[in-house]
Nanobody, 121 residues
Framework: QVHLVESGGGSVQAGGSLRLSCTAPGFTSHKCGMDWVRQAAGKQREWVASISPGVLTRYADSVKGRFTISKDKANDTVYLQMNSLKPEDTAVYSC???????????????WGQGTQVTVSS
């Protein structure tokens, strides 16, 4: 398995911003999309945003207009810019390479630990 690294989490007050990073070696060459998901304590995992191997992006309604997903292909890194944060955004955020756009099986071979985001009111 390939270790991907999520970073950028932290504690902020409501209305603040954070930028999460996800470095997943080789995910671009494997033609993986990338999903950001989050899981709050005691709740089910929730999909947040996706980016295709190209430039297509999608967002959950709960974050649309506040979060922006982007990527740096050269460095196999995906970002999640989070603005206007709310307490309900508090969760562990994880990135997951995806085969939703036709990537190869290697897209399923990544693991990471996530990064904690805590938003206080």
């Amino acid at each position: 398995q390939v270790h991907l690294v999520e970073s950028g989490g932290g504690s902020v007050q409501a209305g603040g911003s954070l930028r999460l990073s996800c470095t997943a070696p080789g995910f671009t060459s494997h033609k993986c999309g990338m999903d950001w998901v989050r899981q709050a304590a005691g709740k089910q995992r929730e999909w947040v945003a996706s980016i295709s191997p190209g430039v297509l992006t999608r967002y959950a309604d709960s974050v649309k207009g506040r979060f922006t997903i982007s990527k740096d292909k050269a460095n196999d890194t995906v970002y999640l810019q989070m603005n206007s944060l709310k307490p309900e955004d508090t969760a562990v955020y994880s990135c997951k390479p995806s085969r939703s756009y036709g990537g190869n099986l290697a897209c399923d071979n990544y693991w990471g630990q996530g990064t904690q985001v805590t938003v206080s009111s």
